[in-house]
């Protein structure tokens, strides 16, 4: 294969090629590389050793490595298994790698989200090589009668250098399978790492761009109907009656029927949000047909109640209050105008930042607001089920299968051996797969049907159907003295229905005088983890207050930054701060270097800069941007970012490209506007989505050295866009920013 450039700019991602036989093929170029294509032709199943849930080998010597988490673009199923190759000694080349289904008492742990798949894996798959390793090892070691010290594992193979001899794993594997599984194995010394560290394409690359079937609209099963579901128009209504009668007359029609999606009194896990109950079912052969049927159905709605739902989450159980009423964008922020002005929650307090106010020469107030934001993933939901009297099996794409496994059990009256399901690859999620309901709803009508279905929503369905991110207010405030020095910080703030404030990170632990309030206001509209939930707000409203506040006492931006902090690291403030003031520290100075902050070769940019740290990662960007003829030109975006130990810095870089520009897009431009409980934008025609073209031109990525363990990066590297964006306008316009979307009224 011929080889290509491994350093790609985001204009290179995109490739167009001509095809032999006409037309185009429209390719993406990190995954050129990979090389699944020679792995093809793979012994047939029966022939596989399995060494540990994680591990097979061929006779043939070719390893397979199942990925445990679900995939949906974090490129897990490439960086997961270099873990496990990289202390097996796998040769690389001959890994091949497959998404593992549900299945948590052989992969223990199944979750992508929260940015912590590569911590926790870390360790236990890192272990899962080692020990396979050592398995083999002492296979070649009974067969050769030799000790299992005098043996090395290579590029899988067995050496014993004493006598010159080498076996392959594909040899062994048939005994090492057989021996009891070892324990307290040594991992290697990170210093010796040949595949993790190292740059490493996409191992299921080809599948995807080949067009290979992966995700859940693309599976078949003979038999097996389309389902849609019909949910009411707005929120705060539910379901009266309807008429089915003309539906069920249009072609291929099987059953239109009303159902529940959870029982009455079932106690809510922490990602059980579904925003209607009551749905009504449409059922029939094709796509085509459901649509249409769809349309003839006779709905009647009627308000709905407030209500009480108990929720068990994280081990504690709770109330939550679902209100009545019709909400419109409008009237939540003026409820979150008049919340802010009552006393809040105190989250915490530092010295007295009261009398340091009334002290103050001179206070610092600004307010900042946010409003719903929707997922939109690249695939809308979808989901298979087929359910019987001896199994219920799902296709589903979900990011955390573990903590759907009580719901589906529970709402679906099913016993825990009849539960399987197969993980597939998501169109994207970022949050939004995180809330399974849309599998309890696909079993529901299988059940009812008593036939294999899929269940499809269109992209106004998943519009209209919730899981936001929430809509957010917060002020900051800070007092200065009479020798132009800031001597308290005040943030106050919440949300609808959850605030975001993150009372333990900087600049707490910088200022004797500091204090943190919250409230949050409930809502009939659902929401959910949204990449990085509260702190892409948070971020957002902090850095831009910190940049304003060194402006205001004519401090750089950056310098201001490093000096609190090197103060919270030399004196610090309470005992509850959350962030390590060094690595802090280390992506400002890392940024400031790359992007050549102050230098006067850069004097005339438009700049603006934050940084964040959040899943515990640290990230610093520097935006440079220009209006040009009245648009909005971002010509560049420096990151510098501390994730521990970079595993896959071809997948790390990606990631962080994707964060940067998924928040300059959100920034600009993401806003949900709802009137009289109804989103007004309900599909990408009106809802504005980021363009190529609006696109920073360059993305610079770096990446602290460290020996740390890994942390997150999915997440941290998006905060802090939305203020060096805020920061940035404010240096090319002159006018700061205080209200997301920066561009509200941009078509």
Known sequence: MKKTNSNYNRRDFLKISSLAGGGILLSISWMAQAKAEALTSAPIQEMWQELNGFIQITPDNIVKIFSPNPEFGTNVLTSLPMLVAEELEADWEKVVVEQGNYDTPRFVRQFTGGSNAMAAAWIPLRTAGATARLMLLQAAANSWNVPVSELRAEKGFVYHDISQRKVSFGSLATAASKLPVLSDVKLKDPSTFQIVGNPQKNKVGKDLISGKPLFTLDYEQKGMLIAMVIHPPAFGMQLK?????????????????????????????????????????????????????????????????TKTETVVAWGRKSEETIPAGLESTEQHLKTMHEMQAKAAKVLRKDGNPEQAFANAKKVLERTYTAPFLAHNPMEPISCFAHITDEKAFFVAPIQIPDMMKQNILSNLDLKENQLEIQL???????????????????????????????????????????????????????????????????????????????????????????????WQIPSNITIGAFRAPGSNFNASAEQSFLDELAHTIGKDPIDFRIDLLKKAKANPVGNRNEYNADRYIGVLELVKQKAGWGKPEHAHKKRGVAAYFCHNSYAAQVVDLRMEKGELVIDQVTSALDCGYVVNPEGAKNMAEGAVVDGVGNALFGGLVFEKGKPTTVNLDTYKIIRQVEAPKKIDVHFVKSDEKPTGLGEPPFPPVFAAVANALFQATGKRFYDQPYLRNKS
Request: glycine share 12%.
């Open 241 to 305: 009656s309807f008429d089915s009668k003309e539906a069920l007359k249009m072609p291929g029609i099987k059953e239109v029927f009303a159902f529940d999606v959870y029982k009455e009194g079932y106690e809510r896990g922490g990602f059980d949000t579904r925003a209607f109950n009551r749905l009504i079912a449409v059922v029939g052969k094709t796509t085509w047909d459901v649509l249409n049927a769809r349309k003839k159905v006779v709905a009647q709605w009627e308000l709905s109640p």
């Open 424 to 518: 597939a690859r998501m169109g994207g999620g970022f949050g939004r797969r995180a809330y399974g309901h849309y599998i309890v709803e696909a079993g529901h009508i299988s059940k009812h049907v008593k036939a294999p279905i899929k269940l499809i929503y269109t992209r106004e369905d998943d519009m209209t159907n919730g899981v936001y991110r929430p809509s957010y207010l917060i002020t900051y405030r800070a007092a200065i003295d009479e020798n132009n020095q800031v001597t308290a910080i005040h943030v106050k703030g919440g949300g609808i229905p959850e605030g975001a404030i993150h009372e333990n990170r900087f600049p707490a632990g910088a200022f004797e005088n500091y204090l943190a309030e919250g």
